[in-house]
């Protein structure tokens, strides 16, 4: 955030109102000298003559423009006809409704951004004379500048600004804070929230305010602090819920800032995703999420659901510091396996377990393992005559609510192939018992013995063991 100003000086006069513009003018010429100087601090530099020309006899940096000479103000510069210059850029913040005001005695004049705002520019003697000027002045950085001549007799100048602080006047909200940062502390699981000073000149103090990822009410922790940190007293219940900080700034006048930017608050880390592959060849399954690099991340714990006495319950596998899981071999059962990763920060506390499964759980994955299992026992075969060839029969004697395949097939070769061909791959009828599919396989009537065998399949491609091997001829016709 921004201030408005720094010093709250009032010094009499008339007043007028005038509205601010324009863009950050360039320093004056005292800048090339290399002096810098402090935010909010002014540049000075003092000249041997009123109208501010030629190389300046000293250039320092001032806090407050409050002077009174009775002589020569430094070495080098003449008792009287001489002139100071003080020049500052600095950020405004929101800006708002400003004071400047001014005592001097001979000229003074103020600028904003290189534009008169005060002009009492002749010789008054020892008495001084002043102004009060009111100003809107916008947003963000602008110059500010004072050049004093002192013609003869005393030297004497005083000028401040300042915000209007009356909330009659002040309707310009302060600008929403920066910089918020957390630290939750896994110890007393508490979060301490702190941000950047806020820049405004009228700065009444902030406020601290928090609600849980997915809400939508604001709790307010502290109401009112100037502290620019903040100790949430909250411990929050199983250290599970996450949730969002924001800043908000208050002015005297009693206005209030947006919040800052929301600051996530997670107690625990979290996996926040969970993939994983079942190998074939192996049957073990791989699991893979990302790797938290939270400075609070202890290590990882590895479950998965198993039916134990009767009843399916998380079983812890093991734990890791890495990404990455591989499980013993699962059984090829076609059904889906469950598993959740959890997260133990430094201070011992770990992820929550509900008993039951969650589809919406980002660290718990649901995996489908195919079916690897073949059919147990391979079915019968018969051979027969049919017209032009042989009829085979392949069929399997278990019971209809147990069967472990969907369709048999039947491969026959040549004499002295020792390749077989597929002659029957098809789906039984399931109104049969037994489970029967029958093909009529063109052969030759050569007298040559043609070998025949069978096996079912299941739906995932698995074959079951192959039938005895079975030969025929056509006799020759």
């Keep these: 955030m921004y201030l408005k100003s720094l010093v709250a000086t009032s010094v009499g006069g008339a007043m007028s109102a005038v509205v601010l513009g324009g863009l950050l003018a360039a320093a004056p010429q005292a800048a090339a000298a290399g002096t810098s100087c402090s935010a909010g601090v002014f540049m000075r530099t003092f000249y041997k003559n009123t109208s501010f020309t030629g190389t300046p006899v000293k250039t320092d940096c001032d806090s407050a423009v409050s002077e009174s000479w009775a002589g020569s103000p430094v070495a080098g510069v003449p008792v009287n006809d001489f002139g100071v210059r003080w020049w500052m850029a600095r950020d405004f913040g929101s800006g708002g409704p400003f004071t400047f005001a001014v005592l001097a005695t ?109 809400g939508t009410t604001w709790t307010t922790v502290t109401s009112s602090t100037t502290a620019r940190s903040h100790t949430d007293p909250l411990v929050n219940p199983g250290d599970r819920t996450p949730y969002y900080y924001e800043v908000r700034a208050k002015d005297r006048a009693g206005n209030i800032s947006a919040g800052s930017a929301d600051a996530l608050v997670r107690p625990l880390p979290i996996v926040t995703s969970l993939t994983g592959t079942f190998d074939k060849v192996t049957r073990k399954v791989t699991l893979k999420w990302p790797l938290n690099t939270e400075p609070h ?135 049969l018992d037994p489970a029967t599919a029958t093909v009529c396989a063109a052969q030759a009537a050569d007298g040559r013995s043609h070998e025949y065998r069978a096996r079912t399949y299941d739906a995932a491609g698995n074959y079951s063991p192959y039938s005895e091997i079975r030969s025929m001829a056509l006799p020759m016709g």
């Design 106 to 214: 001979d000229g003074v004049r103020v600028y904003v951004d290189g534009v008169r705002k005060i002009d009492l520019w002749a010789g008054t003697g020892d008495t001084a004379r002043g102004r009060n000027v009111h100003l809107v002045v916008p947003p963000g950085r602008h110059t500010v500048r004072v050049d004093y001549a002192n013609w003869t007799g005393a030297a004497k100048v005083k000028f401040a600004y300042a915000p209007r602080t009356a909330a009659v006047y002040d309707k310009v909200k302060p600008l929403a804070p920066v910089g918020v940062r957390t630290t939750y502390n896994t110890t007393t699981r508490k979060t301490t929230v702190s941000w950047t000073a806020n820049k405004e000149m009228d700065l009444a103090g902030y406020s601290l305010h928090r609600r849980p990822v997915g």
């Design 297 to 431: 991340f202890d290590h990882y714990t590895v479950l998965s659901n198993d039916r134990v006495d009767g009843a399916y319950v998380w079983v812890p596998l093991g734990t890791t510091k890495g990404s990455t899981w591989t499980t013993a071999p699962v059984p090829a059962d076609i059904e889906a396996r469950h598993y959740r990763v959890l997260v133990t920060n430094d201070g011992g506390t770990t992820t929550p377990s509900p008993v039951g499964l969650d589809a919406r759980a980002p660290h718990e994955l649901w995996l489908a393992i195919p079916d690897t299992i073949a059919p147990a026992y391979a079915p019968d075969l018969t051979l027969g005559s049919c017209a032009g060839g042989v009829r085979a029969t392949a069929a399997d004697y278990t019971p209809a609510p147990i069967r472990d395949f969907v369709g048999l097939a039947i491969e026959r070769r040549a004499p002295g192939a020792t390749t077989w061909s597929v002659v029957l791959h098809k789906t039984f009828d399931p109104r």
